[in-house]
């Protein structure tokens, strides 16, 4: 430890980050740290917070706008993957994690620091995400964290950081454990650990009751091209107002609020509240364009890698040979996921009402319908059923010669 003088934090403004930059300084024996906070659309004034971290001790404070790389290099790929983690957690947080992780090793290459920090616990998963994306990314770096090892509560940390100057929060502190950025909010802690206990109201800010939703229905239009969402309502939008007008419109209905039991990283379960009401939606419409215009089994087997997509970045694992070729065979599936999916917002509900793609649909209606104009030669079922079920008769009658 005793090595290194120059350390990149990275930072939120809160108390726990606070506190970790005179940690590091007195307890570590770092020289100097330098704090990056990263924007992420979440609407803090990032302003007050680099003026923070300088008065708590840092030699630096610097933020970056990351917004416009969230939404195009880590939400628009989950969207294309159709990223769930256990069918339902559509990644709002994990997903800005290796972007975080990537930039504090960029600051700290740049820099010339010998080490990053961040200020994770050791219960969560975000010191997996941030560990084991540095890790990757520049393994030559060494990792502080300071809250896995200061063992103290909220309220000694809270009186170490006066010692050097920190205030103490003025407001009431929320109950919550609250993580917000342009994909969505996650909410824990407080009366939420008991998961037979519903929501407040108070805990939700991107998205209406179902009381409070409009009583009349919204149809609304997404399209789509090369598996990425280009527009809404037939206006074109660059990807982060799209990101915007989603979370607006889903969130006035009331839809995108998951209320799950989590299995986390570290080997428990946790009760995560989330609202990710223009992520879901998003992905809700893609997945029905893929089964336009993705053949069957292709999206048998896509079905099966998005699961093992969905698992590698919650476990932290972004930058990874197995996630990189996971990419690889998703990216390729994505040429021909282009048209338009429509849907109607009512009372919490995003329901598909209808789907068009002008040059990739494998929806023949010469083959579909039931009409004059079939085309299907009815004449070949026969054959076929005969071929498809001789292994099950072979089968049944091998049975009846055993007497089975």
């Not at 053949?295 to 932290?316: N, T």
């Not at 690889?328 to 068009?356: E, H, M, P, W, Y």
């Amino acid at each position: 430890m005793g090595s290194v003088t120059k350390v990149v934090l990275a930072y939120s403004g809160g108390v726990d980050t606070s506190v970790c930059i005179p940690y590091l300084k007195k307890e570590c024996g770092v020289d100097e740290v330098i704090t990056f906070a990263a924007d992420l659309g979440q609407g803090d004034e990032l302003e007050e917070i680099r003026i923070k971290a300088i008065d708590a001790g840092a030699s630096h404070s610097l933020v970056g706008d990351l917004v416009q790389p969230f939404i195009e290099d880590f939400a628009f790929p989950a969207i294309r993957a159709n990223a769930l983690y256990e069918g339902k957690y559509p990644l709002s947080t994990a997903l800005a994690r290796p972007l975080i992780a990537r930039e504090l090793v960029k600051v700290a290459k740049q820099a010339g620091a010998e080490a990053v920090a961040h200020g994770c616990t050791g219960k969560g998963n975000d010191q997996v995400r941030f560990d084991v994306a540095i890790g990757s990314l520049a393994p030559e770096l060494k990792i502080l964290t300071p809250a896995r090892q200061w063992s103290m509560s909220r309220e000694e940390t809270i009186a170490y950081g006066e010692k050097f100057g920190i205030p103490a929060p003025v407001s009431k502190k929320s109950p919550y454990s609250i993580d917000l950025n342009l994909l969505g909010r996650s909410i824990e802690a407080g009366n939420l650990e008991d998961p037979m206990v519903a929501p407040l109201e108070e805990v939700f800010a991107m998205t209406s009751s179902i009381d409070n939703a409009p009583d009349i229905a919204e149809d609304i239009e997404i399209q789509f091209e090369a598996g990425n969402p280009v527009a809404i309502n037939g206006v074109k939008l660059d990807p982060v107002t799209l990101i915007k007008e989603a979370n607006l419109l889903a969130g006035k209905h009331g839809f995108g609020r998951i209320d799950m039991i989590e299995n986390r990283v570290v080997g428990i379960k946790s009760r995560e509240i989330y609202e990710t009401p223009g992520l879901l939606l998003l992905i809700r419409a893609h997945q029905e364009l893929e089964s336009l215009t993705l053949a069957a089994d292709v999206l048998s087997m896509k079905s099966q890698l998005e699961r093992k997509w969905a698992d590698l970045v919650y476990q932290g694992l972004w930058f990874s040979p197995l996630k990189d070729a996971l990419d690889a065979f998703i990216d390729n599936t994505q040429s021909c996921v282009n048209g338009l999916v429509r849907l109607k917002l009512f009372k919490g509900n995003a329901t598909v009402i209808g789907r068009s793609s002008s040059n990739c649909s494998l929806y023949l209606s010469s083959l579909a319908t039931y009409g004059s104009d079939d085309k299907f030669d009815h004449k070949a079922a026969e054959g076929f059923i005969y071929i498809w079920g001789l292994p099950a008769r072979i089968w049944a009658l091998v049975k009846d010669k055993r007497g089975v």
